[in-house]
């Protein structure tokens, strides 16, 4: 239990202490936001702090911070480690400089940033990556709460037919003005999704479980190593482009610069709080990584997540934790396909005040997500966090390019620069190493990954001379 009190108090350490060098950093000041100088009663619009907040953090916090941490809890308690420094170094840096850069490019998407501040190759192929991207989240946001859902209803409401109730939703999700759907479910989902966290972490101490204090060993009862799977496995409570999609959503709404911190990097580090709530619990309720790997293959991760629900809270309690989990990926799969659809907008040149020309890119992008919804889970999640991990590492490379161009003190930009080289280095290796990539060996991944990395910042060091 020290090893998770600790890692809560790194967390809130480090909203206050790197959190505030990093705002410093940006320095934001007192300009007028898109919110008012775009204002178009659909996308950009005034939204108080709070619900500015609520809004981020459902938007990030899919599965991946459920899922995710409880995939990478089978390698033990260093999963401890990667979410709390990863969130405060990486992830919280990520998601503050996507935001805020957004701001101030009139709440531009991650794509068109990247074609400012790294060329028209890196625009086009960050538009499609990012559109692939958001297209496979909505997917695997489907069918994760739809078999939730069917486990609580009558044997008649199976999955497909949840799927067809949440493809729906997302269908009005995506149409309609932020403030209309999105800005009303989401403080109500937001409370759930809190008393949900909080009812795991408090049936963890009252059933009296044993949480293993942090360790480097490598406890995978299938020997899978831990670099780089589980910096790939544990994306969204860690560090996630996907991210990098809805940061900038959000900038259209913000109602001050220097609320940016509070909406970004607390939304990321809330996130971690979560995942690190998830982690404690799959392992302490199933006692070993083996048994929680185990719950894993046999009964899905839906399963295992009903499983530790009710067993730890009771039926009641388990429905309640049930129903945060299930609002976790319903709000972040809206989210997804309502940045696709403004990604696709930014490209056409479709003005999205008119209904129409929203049902023009609405219902191709939810009818590829259907589509989707046919293929194997495991198969989209291996894909899905894959993309996500490089997303992150073309996203913290273009805010080191911001930083390069627009600051004075060029050396801030390492701030950006080394967790993305370190990312550059994860997903080279792991797409080298990965069954669903190359399968190479870690005498092949190992040096490729650190080759590619040290490459991409020895760039970036001959750009940071040659700009002073």
Same mark, same amino acid.
């Given at each position: 239990?020290?090893?998770?009190?600790?890692? =809560?108090?790194?967390?809130?350490?480090?909203?206050?202490?790197?959190?505030?060098?990093?705002?410093?950093? =940006?320095?934001?000041?007192?300009?007028?936001?898109?919110?008012?100088?775009?204002?178009?009663?659909?996308?950009?619009?005034? @939204?108080?702090?709070?619900?500015? =907040?609520?809004?981020?953090?459902?938007?990030?916090?899919?599965?991946?911070?459920?899922?995710?941490?409880?995939?990478?809890?089978?390698?033990?308690?260093?999963?401890?480690?990667?979410?709390?420094?990863?969130?405060?170094?990486?992830?919280?840096?990520?998601?503050?400089?996507?935001?805020?850069?957004?701001?101030?490019?009139?709440?531009?998407?991650?794509?068109?940033?990247?074609?400012?501040?790294?060329?028209?190759?890196?625009?086009?192929?960050?538009?499609?990556?990012?559109?692939?991207?958001?297209?496979?989240?909505?997917?695997?946001?489907?069918?994760?709460?739809?078999? &939730?859902?069917?486990?609580?209803?009558?044997?008649?409401?199976?999955?497909?037919?949840?799927?067809?109730?949440?493809?729906?939703?997302?269908?009005?999700?995506?149409?309609? +003005?932020?403030?209309?759907?999105?800005?009303?479910?989401?403080?109500?989902?937001?409370?759930?999704?809190?008393?949900?966290?909080?009812?795991?972490?408090?049936?963890?101490?009252?059933?009296?479980?044993?949480? +293993?204090?942090?360790?480097?060993?490598?406890?995978? +009862?299938?020997?899978?190593?831990?670099?780089?799977? @589980? =910096?790939?496995?544990?994306?969204?409570?860690?560090?996630?482009?996907?991210?990098?999609?809805?940061?900038?959503? !959000?900038?259209?709404?913000?109602?001050?610069?220097?609320?940016?911190?509070?909406?970004?990097?607390?939304?990321?580090?809330?996130?971690?709080?979560?995942?690190?709530?998830?982690?404690?619990?799959?392992?302490?309720?199933?006692?070993?990584?083996?048994?929680?790997?185990?719950?894993?293959?046999?009964?899905?991760?839906?399963?295992?997540?009903?499983?530790?629900?009710?067993?730890?809270?009771?039926?009641?309690?388990?429905?309640?934790?049930?129903?945060?989990?299930?609002?976790?990926?319903?709000?972040?799969?809206?989210?997804?396909?309502?940045?696709?659809?403004?990604?696709?907008?930014?490209?056409?040149?479709?003005?999205?005040?008119?209904?129409?020309?929203?049902?023009?890119?609405?219902?191709?992008?939810?009818?590829?997500?259907?589509?989707?919804?046919?293929?194997?889970?495991?198969?989209?999640?291996?894909?899905?966090?894959?993309?996500?991990?490089?997303?992150?590492?073309?996203?913290?490379?273009?805010?080191?390019?911001?930083? &390069?161009?627009?600051?004075?003190?060029?050396?801030?930009?390492?701030?950006?620069?080394?967790?993305?080289?370190?990312?550059?280095?994860?997903? !080279?290796?792991?797409?080298?190493?990965?069954?669903?990539?190359?399968?190479?060996?870690?005498?092949?991944?190992?040096?490729?990954?650190?080759?590619?990395?040290?490459?991409?910042?020895?760039?970036?060091?001959?750009?940071?001379?040659?700009?002073?």
């Amino acid at each position: 239990m020290v090893s998770l009190i600790l890692s =809560f108090l790194v967390l809130v350490a480090g909203y206050f202490i790197y959190g505030r060098l990093v705002e410093g950093v =940006f320095a934001p000041d007192d300009r007028k936001t898109p919110a008012y100088t775009r204002a178009d009663g659909v996308d950009f619009m005034p @939204m108080p702090t709070w619900k500015a =907040f609520l809004v981020q953090l459902l938007n990030i916090a899919g599965t991946g911070p459920i899922f995710g941490a409880l995939m990478g809890a089978c390698f033990g308690p260093v999963v401890f480690l990667w979410i709390i420094f990863g969130s405060v170094l990486g992830g919280g840096v990520h998601d503050y400089m996507c935001g805020m850069i957004s701001e101030r490019h009139d709440g531009a998407s991650i794509a068109e940033l990247s074609g400012i501040y790294l060329g028209s190759a890196a625009k086009w192929i960050m538009r499609v990556f990012s559109i692939v991207l958001l297209v496979l989240t909505g997917t695997v946001f489907v069918n994760s709460p739809a078999a &939730l859902l069917a486990r609580l209803t009558p044997d008649t409401l199976n999955v497909t037919f949840w799927i067809v109730v949440i493809l729906i939703y997302y269908v009005l999700a995506t149409l309609l +003005p932020i403030d209309k759907i999105i800005g009303k479910l989401y403080p109500v989902f937001g409370a759930v999704l809190i008393i949900m966290a909080a009812g795991i972490l408090g049936g963890i101490i009252a059933g009296g479980y044993t949480i +293993p204090e942090i360790t480097l060993e490598n406890l995978h +009862p299938e020997g899978l190593p831990i670099w780089p799977f @589980m =910096f790939v496995t544990v994306a969204c409570g860690a560090i996630s482009g996907f991210h990098a999609t809805q940061s900038p959503m !959000v900038a259209k709404c913000i109602t001050s610069e220097k609320l940016g911190r509070k909406v970004f990097y607390g939304a990321m580090l809330s996130e971690s709080v979560i995942a690190l709530v998830w982690a404690a619990g799959g392992v302490a309720f199933y006692g070993a990584t083996g048994g929680l790997n185990n719950a894993l293959s046999t009964l899905g991760q839906s399963g295992a997540v009903y499983d530790i629900s009710t067993g730890m809270l009771g039926p009641v309690g388990g429905v309640l934790a049930i129903v945060g989990v299930i609002a976790c990926p319903i709000t972040s799969g809206d989210t997804a396909f309502r940045s696709a659809r403004l990604i696709l907008a930014e490209i056409t040149k479709l003005d999205q005040k008119s209904i129409r020309n929203r049902l023009l890119i609405t219902l191709p992008l939810l009818a590829a997500g259907a589509v989707l919804t046919q293929l194997d889970f495991n198969v989209l999640w291996r894909y899905f966090s894959w993309s996500n991990q490089t997303l992150a590492m073309i996203a913290l490379w273009v805010a080191t390019a911001y930083l &390069l161009k627009t600051h004075e003190n060029k050396l801030t930009s390492l701030l950006t620069a080394l967790p993305a080289s370190f990312m550059s280095a994860v997903s !080279v290796t792991y797409i080298l190493m990965a069954g669903e990539g190359f399968g190479l060996s870690a005498a092949i991944g190992y040096p490729a990954g650190i080759i590619f990395a040290a490459a991409l910042f020895a760039f970036y060091v001959f750009q940071l001379r040659k700009s002073k």
